[in-house]
């Protein structure tokens, strides 16, 4: 049973445009919310994170959306580059869990110049 | 990277044979992770580590064990290989933030 779902499979954007990757989780003691990035042929690097006490995390162009009443997150990424061509991966983790990540299944994300 | 380190990269086995995959890390983490990858999964936790001869399962842990006898060494060991464990292995450790986990490079396994 997947703890995290992950939506879309795919997704391709024009150079500019913002692609949103959206995930949802059933299990509330969940309450570290990270995304990682990674590119072919090397490990997932953690790009942002969130915590249930706050609605909206900005990084550089990257912005974590979560809506904690419908246990849904996304991540935004503003002016896509095709640089930001990866797979991206949302989790959810617990202290109560050992610190366990449950990954969602991976967006593949590819931005045409 | 956070220093880690896993070997080997790249394995081809056969189906029966005894694996053993080494994580090496250089910051003294105190927790280390075993995952596999694998398309339309994403990433899951075999086992785990949070020190010295201290391990525990994760979700997909049949067929695999590990051993830690010193902090920086994690082993993931298939006892007997099957096709069905043909995947891309992640070391990863637990930063210093409680919450941050960090991927090694991985290591592609091939069982035939």
């Known amino acids: 049973q997947q703890q995290v779902k992950q939506s879309p499979q795919s997704l391709i954007v024009q150079k500019g445009g913002i692609p949103i990757i959206n995930c949802a989780y059933e299990n509330t003691a969940f309450d570290y919310f990270p995304w990682y990035q990674q590119f072919p042929g090397k490990g997932p690097a953690l790009l942002i994170a969130i915590r249930p006490d706050v609605s909206e995390k900005k990084e550089g162009r990257f912005t974590i959306s979560f809506n904690k009443s419908a246990k849904q997150f996304s991540l935004h990424i503003m002016d896509s580059q095709p640089g930001d061509s990866a797979t991206y991966f949302c989790a959810a983790s617990s202290l109560n869990t050992g610190n366990q990540f449950y990954f969602g299944t991976g967006t593949s994300l590819t931005v045409i110049p | 990277d956070a220093g880690i380190t896993q070997s080997p990269r790249h394995k081809v086995t056969e189906t029966g044979t005894p694996v053993t995959l080494r994580c090496h890390q250089t910051e003294n983490h105190r927790y280390m992770y075993w995952y596999r990858q694998d398309p339309g999964h994403g990433l899951r936790l075999i086992h785990y580590s949070y020190g010295v001869k201290d391990t525990d399962k994760g979700e997909v842990s049949d067929g695999y064990s590990v051993s830690r006898s010193k902090t920086e060494d994690f082993l993931l060991t298939l006892e007997s290989a099957t096709s069905s464990q043909t995947s891309v292995y992640f070391c990863?450790?637990?930063?210093?933030?409680?919450?941050?986990?960090?991927f090694g490079p991985g290591t592609r396994l091939t069982v035939t």
């Open positions: 990863a450790i637990r930063g210093t933030r409680a919450y941050e986990q960090y």
